[in-house]
């Protein structure tokens, strides 16, 4: 019998309406109890007083990089990096190299990340479409039995309508669900940032804020029409918020996220060209970031997700309007999260701690995001008011690009536990 007892801290559980302090006992990779004063017979103690003891985050949209970008990521590294940001389950998403849009590359992931993986769960995400191209569906059905939990051409948007609205309907009859990348490529052409006084500012090709809010619009109403599920992800700004908003108030089933840099960043944190700040979408405006955090606060966002995308080196220490687009989000999604949203007064930190963990298992039908008795023993330990500076010199991730590096933010990582086992902790 293994046994965990963690002795002493504040437990909190939205899922269950739990936030005390008290001890929790862990039981073959299960909740044995929570309560005060709990017997450790047996058990090895874990010291959580003054800290938070919290259902483990589950992201829903990253990219792993493996099979055959290693060279920026791969299963060992990235979950690692999981870990280490308090992330007990990612969603890793299909533009590998080959994509994986069949059985063969599904099969791979989970079985190199079950042997080589930190022990973090790893949900793969399948193409909606052969090569991502968006000519011809990808084997949904052999996908999901090979063990994809979602699909997505996410990195390129499925402008095809009828076979966005085909692979709803395959999506709705195999139990999965399709994570839309939202953009219209030819309202894109050839911007890199946000447009806008910035990009004036600086001469860079500009991204109108409708190349996502078309997109959004289509993808929303073509759930409509179907009376299909879809997700959207990576929502930046207002109007794409609003456009969720409504469509909730009429019953459409749509769910979306944002990342935490989309609430803390700004498209003048571009001015010095910082290619680091290249991301896609780009980032916005102040009142698009207000109102992505109006949205999580208000339930129009379901969810965080960091859409972790790390790139070598050389990818992205070149000029701006070259490099590639992404920020390596897995090491500082609470902190940033925490800083922006908790220690500014906009919700609670049961409510971020729904948003990163509760919010994600549900709409992805996975077991954590949950502390009751009997549940899977899938937890993060956090010290929400420690003031934490990021150094991405020390990511355990191979991407150490972020705009956040050397900035100071609220809220440490203790200890990231999976199925009762310890397998990232501090120091």
């Known amino acids: 019998m293994e046994k965990?007892?963690?002795r002493g801290g504040r437990v909190i559980d939205p899922a269950s309406g739990v936030n005390q302090i008290a001890d929790?006992?862990?039981?073959?990779?299960?909740?044995?109890?929570?309560?005060?004063?709990l017997p450790a017979d047996g058990a090895q103690v874990f010291d959580a007083a003054g800290k938070v003891v919290a259902p483990?985050?589950?992201?829903?949209?990253?990219?792993l990089r493996d099979p055959g970008l290693e060279y920026k990521e791969d299963l060992i590294s990235g979950t690692k990096a999981a870990a280490r940001g308090g992330?007990?389950?990612v969603c890793c998403m299909p533009n590998t190299k080959p994509v994986n849009d069949n059985a063969s590359v599904t099969r791979y992931i989970l079985e190199k990340a079950q042997w080589q993986g930190s022990g973090v769960h790893v949900y793969p995400v399948g193409a909606i479409s052969k090569g991502l191209e968006g000519k011809e569906m990808a084997e949904i059905g052999r996908m999901k039995q090979a063990g994809i939990i979602a699909i997505s051409d996410d990195g390129k948007p499925v402008t095809n309508s009828n076979l966005l609205r085909l692979a709803m309907q395959y999506a709705d009859y195999f139990n999965v669900f399709i994570m839309s990348h939202s953009e219209d490529?030819?309202?894109?052409g050839d911007g890199v940032m946000n447009e806008g006084f910035i990009s004036t500012k600086l001469g860079l090709p500009g991204i109108t804020r409708a190349a996502e809010e078309v997109m959004i619009a289509r993808d929303i109403l073509v759930a409509e029409a179907e009376g299909k599920r879809i997700h959207l992800c990576h929502v930046s700004t207002k109007g794409g918020v609003q456009l969720v908003r409504e469509a909730k108030k009429r019953g459409v089933r749509v769910t979306a996220e944002t990342a935490p840099h989309y609430i803390a960043a700004t498209d003048d944190w571009v001015i010095g060209y910082d290619s680091n700040c290249r991301v896609n979408p780009p980032l916005r405006e102040e009142s698009d970031r207000l109102a992505c955090i109006e949205g999580l606060c208000d339930g129009t966002l379901d969810a965080i997700a960091t859409d972790h995308a790390p790139h070598h080196l050389d990818e992205k220490r070149v000029e701006f309007?070259?490099?590639?687009?992404g920020i390596s989000g897995f090491e500082t999604a609470f902190c940033v999260s925490n800083t922006m949203l908790v220690k500014s007064g906009a919700m609670t930190l049961d409510k971020l701690i729904e948003l990163m963990s509760a919010n994600p298992a549900k709409l992805l039908g996975v077991e954590g995001g949950c502390l009751a008795v009997g549940s899977a023993a899938d937890i993060v330990v956090l010290d929400?008011?420690?003031?934490v500076t990021v150094d991405a010199d020390k990511f355990v991730s191979r991407g150490h690009n972020t705009p956040f590096h050397g900035k100071t933010y609220f809220g440490a990582v203790c200890a990231t536990i999976v199925g009762g086992k310890v397998i990232d902790q501090e120091g």
Do not use: Q, Y
Not at 56 to 63: N, P, Q, S, V, Y
Not at 185 to 188: A, D, E, G, M, R
């Open 4 to 6: 965990m007892l963690l």
């Open 24 to 37: 929790l006992l862990i039981e073959n990779g299960r909740v044995a109890a929570i309560g005060e004063n």
């Open 56 to 63: 483990g985050f589950i992201d829903m949209h990253c990219h």
């Open 87 to 89: 992330f007990t389950g």
């Open 185 to 188: 490529k030819n309202l894109v």
């Open 321 to 325: 309007h070259i490099a590639a687009s």
């Open 384 to 387: 929400p008011e420690r003031e």
